[in-house]
């Protein structure tokens, strides 16, 4: 059964650091490509940044420069590395993926806060 798993929210200072990583199982293990979603109270998900099973990247607007998403094969494991954050930054954030066989994010984890004091 294909599942998602990520953990490394929590509370920083602005200007800190935080890694996200995302676990995958099941058949999306082999997926075309896996993606960061977040969503921030009252506003709707969207889309942070992206990478593709050929290792191509893309980003938002509003995160280049301070963040870089990144996977490990082996461990089937994407992570995104936030840097610089900002209050703004605040918001929950979801991992996805689609499968081998389409381009579509089918696939999403739980979610975890990610909480950015001024």
């Known amino acids: 059964q294909a599942q998602l798993v990520e953990s490394g929210g929590g509370l920083v200072q602005a200007g800190g650091s935080l890694t996200l990583s995302c676990v995958a199982s099941?058949?999306?293990?082999?997926?075309?490509?896996m993606a960061w979603y977040r969503q921030a109270p009252g506003k709707q998900r969207e889309l942070v940044a992206t990478?593709?099973?050929?290792?191509?990247?893309n980003y938002a607007d509003s995160v280049k420069g301070r963040f870089t998403i990144s996977g490990d094969n082996a461990k089937n494991t994407v992570y995104l590395q936030m840097n610089s954050l900002k209050p703004e930054d605040t918001a929950v954030y979801y991992c996805?993926?689609?499968?081998?066989?389409?381009?579509?994010?089918?696939?999403w984890g739980q979610g975890t806060q990610v909480t950015v004091s001024s």
């Open positions: 996805a993926a689609t499968t081998q066989d389409s381009w579509s994010y089918d696939y």
């Open positions: 099941g058949n999306i293990i082999s997926s075309n490509a």
């Open positions: 990478i593709t099973s050929r290792g191509s990247t």
